[in-house]
Structure formats: structure tokens, C-alpha cells
């Protein structure tokens, strides 16, 4: 085989589509590390892909897909590339910004990895998947080891252009995939409760009553007019955040889209699971201005709770709580 593997330091992260100044601005301010100082010299970027040496801190939250345990490949042929990859482990997913071509011979040379756009619901895979990107014809940093069991940490879904009242739909559909990936949870189903806050004009509703569950839908505005009049949807005009849960009862599921500041999110989902009226909860976290990393640990402090970044949040986080 004319192929060599050398080890390096260090980590290398995939920014989400158009996200690379969000993933950079996240590296200076939460980790310290501003990515163009001269001081942090052998910092490489190869596309949305960027490999820092010597990296020891968490993973970003802009970051779909972290090379855990990076290697550089320099190989003489398609041939001798994918044979070097399929030592290392038997499921690789590309990130392509160069050699185009020859990267999609490498990726048929490949056990085959379903790459199309998903219809919801389906479930992530367990078994763990690796990442190469080409940087010339005759070398790829790789990693066996990645912190997504997604194709290069990134869910596409087939959309729906006819039914949903708003493209928010897509986000609730991949935190509700993750939550089951994650928590090993159920998916919101027929003969469950869920509440969602500042629903309107109703993309999450859509989601849930499609799903079979009951969802009481609180917003100042009423939801568009297929979900007022669909049997599983109740609707309260209304503050959300000003009900008290003793006063609405159990829910099986919380639900939150709703544009306010963290402080005021954070403080809700405390009175929710304070409460013990609820144990899995989905919400997202709005960004304003500049981003508080302080507040954004103390959610993902909580037990049992994950704070992502999703492939259809812009400048935004997604809280996922699921469990007692």
C-alpha cells in the first residue's frame, strides 16, 4: 500500500454550513483561541474545516463534526487513498472543498454511507462514523474518531413546501431525532401531552399533532388556520411564560421558540422541572448580542440535558432535556 499515516495533535472541527465566523468568534470568546493571531501559529483551515494542535478544551457548539483523533494520509492513488481509510474503520463520511472529483471516486471506493436527504422521523445510527477531507490530490486529514454519528455531523431533511406553516418545523423535527439519539427517549406519540410556548403560526404544532400527540399551543397570535381547526391542537391566547405549571397540569413534552432573553428561558425551564409536571423539554436559546457562555453553561448544566447547535439554528442554541 502506498500510503502513509502520520498521528497529530490536537483536534480538527467542521463548522455548520456558512457558520465558520460563528465557530471562530465561539473559539476567541468562550475557549480563548483567536484562530488568525500570530500566536497560535500551525492553526490550518481547509474550507469549513479547521485544525487546531494541541487542542485539549470541549468541543464548540458551532462545530457539527469534531476529528477526535486526527491523522494526515498522503497516498499515490484513489486506490491506495481508500484502502488507508478502511484500515482505520469500516464508515467514512466526506467534507469536500477541493479535488472534487477524485474525492468522489475515493467516497465509491468506500462502503456504502447513505448521504440523500432524510424523511422524518428516522433514528441516527449508533455505530460510529469517520471523517476525511482531501487538502490536495495526494493527501487528507482524517479521523476515525468523530463526535457525531451523522455523515459529517450534518441531518438534511426532505422538505415539505405545502403543508407546514413555517420552516421552524425542521428544527423540532432534528432536536426530537437527537433527543431520541441522545436519551434513548420516544418520540412525542398518540396519548401524550405537549405544550408549546409562543407557538404561532404553528411549524412545531405541525410537527407534534402529526406525530399523533395532543398539544395545548399558547401565543399572542393564533396559529395558522389548519391547526386552529385540527382536533389534536388547543389554543390559548396568551403569555406563554406567565402560566404557571399548577395551573395547566402535566405535560409529557415542553416546547419553546419563543424570541426572549436567555435569563427569562433559563428561569422557565427551572419552574418547569422544578415543578415535576414535566421531564423532557426542547427550547430554544435565542442569542442576543453577544453571547453569554456563563448562562449558556448553567443550561447545559441542568441533569439529564444537552445543549446543541443544530443543523437548522442560525444564530441560536437548542436545549434538550429529557428524563427525571
Known amino acids: 500500500m502506498s500510503a502513509s499515516i502520520t498521528k497529530l495533535s490536537g483536534k480538527a472541527f467542521l463548522a455548520f454550513p456558512d457558520m465558520k465566523e460563528m465557530l471562530f468568534s465561539e473559539l476567541k470568546n468562550?475557549?480563548?483561541i483567536d484562530v488568525h493571531a500570530p500566536?497560535?501559529?500551525?492553526?490550518v483551515e481547509y474550507g469549513d474545516l479547521l485544525y487546531i494542535p494541541d487542542y485539549l478544551a470541549d468541543s464548540p457548539y458551532w462545530c457539527r463534526s469534531c476529528m477526535v483523533d486526527p491523522v494526515m494520509i498522503h497516498f499515490d492513488s484513489i486506490k491506495?487513498?481508500?484502502?488507508?481509510?478502511?484500515?482505520?474503520?469500516?464508515?467514512?463520511?466526506?467534507?469536500?472543498?477541493?479535488?472534487?472529483?477524485?474525492?468522489?471516486l475515493i467516497q465509491d471506493n468506500l462502503p456504502h454511507i447513505n448521504l440523500k436527504a432524510k424523511t422524518f422521523p428516522f433514528d441516527i445510527p449508533s455505530s460510529p462514523i469517520g471523517l476525511y477531507t482531501l487538502v490536495?490530490?495526494?493527501?487528507?486529514?482524517?479521523?476515525?474518531?468523530?463526535?457525531?454519528?451523522?455523515?459529517?455531523?450534518?441531518?438534511?431533511?426532505?422538505e415539505d413546501h405545502e403543508n407546514p406553516p413555517s420552516r421552524a418545523y425542521l428544527k423540532v423535527q432534528e432536536a426530537l431525532v437527537l433527543a431520541k439519539h441522545f436519551f434513548g427517549v420516544d418520540l412525542p406519540h398518540d396519548g401524550q401531552r405537549c405544550f408549546e410556548a409562543g407557538a404561532c403560526p404553528g411549524g412545531w404544532t405541525w410537527v407534534l399533532a402529526n406525530l399523533g400527540a395532543r398539544v395545548f399551543a399558547v401565543d399572542r397570535s393564533e396559529l395558522a388556520p389548519s391547526l386552529m381547526s385540527n382536533p389534536l391542537v388547543t389554543f390559548k391566547a396568551h403569555d406563554a411564560f406567565t402560566l404557571a405549571p399548577e395551573e395547566l397540569g402535566h405535560?409529557?413534552?415542553i416546547f419553546s421558540d419563543v424570541i426572549?432573553?436567555?435569563e427569562r428561558l433559563l428561569k422557565w425551564i427551572h419552574t418547569w422541572l422544578d415543578s415535576g409536571l414535566t421531564t423532557n423539554m426542547i427550547c430554544t436559546i435565542k442569542m442576543q448580542g453577544d453571547i453569554d457562555w456563563q448562562l449558556v453553561s448553567?443550561?447545559?448544566?441542568?441533569?439529564n440535558s444537552r445543549v446543541v447547535h443544530l443543523n437548522y439554528n442560525k444564530h441560536e442554541l437548542t436545549?434538550?432535556?429529557c428524563g427525571a
Not at 80 to 103: G, N
Not at 136 to 156: E, F, H, K, R, Y
Open 30 to 32: 468562550r475557549f480563548g
Open 39 to 43: 500566536s497560535h501559529s500551525g492553526i
Open 80 to 104: 491506495d487513498a481508500s484502502s488507508a481509510l478502511r484500515s482505520m474503520q469500516r464508515s467514512w463520511a466526506p467534507y469536500q472543498y477541493t479535488c472534487f472529483r477524485r474525492a468522489s
Open 136 to 158: 490536495d490530490a495526494n493527501a487528507m486529514i482524517a479521523s476515525a474518531a468523530t463526535s457525531s454519528c451523522l455523515p459529517a455531523g450534518q441531518v438534511q431533511w426532505q
Open 251 to 253: 405535560f409529557d413534552w
Open 260 to 262: 426572549c432573553y436567555p
Open 298 to 303: 448553567e443550561f447545559a448544566a441542568i441533569p
Open 319 to 321: 436545549f434538550i432535556h
